[in-house]
Structure formats: C-alpha cells, structure tokens
C-alpha cells in the first residue's frame, strides 16, 4: 500500500471528512493559481496579433458578409433567399420559382 490508501484506512469518518474538505480547498488554489497563469499567457499571446484576449477567443477567422437576396416570396414580401445553402419551403412549393427572383 502507499502512504495515501494507510492515511485513509487509519483515519475516522470525521478525518477522512475533515481531509477532503481540506483537499478541495487545496484544488480550489491550485486552480485559481493555474488559471491566473494561464490568463497571463493569453494576455501575452494576444499581444503577438495586436489583439485582446476577448477578441481572440471571438475571431472566427473569417468575414462573411450578408448575402443579396436573390428571390423574394410574394405571399410575405418579408421572406427573402439568397440562394445560398438550402431552398425555403415557400420556394420549393412555387410552380415556378423563377417567378420569385427579384430582378437585378
């Protein structure tokens, strides 16, 4: 056996629970100290690309614009499509979906 599993089978319930409540709070400093350590290199990291810590976890890396709408649902003037990813149901329903494009 190892000097853990003895301190736990000479201990009472009272010990064992006093060691683990003293055990958590051990972990809990340890990560306060690992995460502070961690921030500094994110500070120190986002510095390399002139950026903050917040903007580099947020950066998608890639700028997409709104795309124009290409068709229009003459049911609701609101709904639009612009022709990117997949058709709407008002527009697969459309006998003629060509008759829904707006006109460039």
Same mark, same amino acid.
């Not at 890396?61 to 022709?83: L, V």
């Given at each position: *056996?190892?000097?853990?599993? /003895?301190?736990? +089978?000479?201990?009472?319930? +009272?010990?064992?629970? =006093?060691?683990? !409540?003293?055990?958590?709070?051990?972990?809990?400093?340890?990560?306060? %100290? +690992?995460?502070?350590?961690?921030?500094?290199?994110?500070? +120190? *990291?986002?510095?390399r690309?002139? *950026? =903050?810590?917040? /903007?580099?976890?947020n950066?998608? %890396?890639?700028? #997409?614009?709104? %795309?124009?709408?290409?068709?229009?649902?003459?049911?609701?003037?609101?709904? $639009?499509? $612009?022709g990117? %990813?997949?058709?709407?149901?008002?527009?697969?329903?459309?006998? /003629?979906? /060509?008759?829904? #494009?707006?006109? !460039?």
């Amino acid at each position: *056996m190892n000097d853990i599993d /003895d301190l736990i +089978e000479a201990s009472s319930i +009272e010990q064992l629970k =006093a060691i683990i !409540e003293k055990a958590q709070d051990a972990i809990e400093q340890k990560k306060g %100290g +690992e995460i502070e350590a961690i921030r500094k290199q994110m500070v +120190e *990291m986002s510095k390399r690309v002139d *950026m =903050a810590p917040e /903007d580099v976890l947020n950066y998608s %890396g890639r700028k #997409r614009r709104p %795309g124009k709408p290409k068709y229009r649902n003459p049911n609701d003037p609101e709904k $639009t499509w $612009t022709g990117r %990813g997949k058709p709407p149901r008002w527009l697969k329903e459309m006998a /003629d979906p /060509d008759s829904c #494009r707006i006109p !460039e």
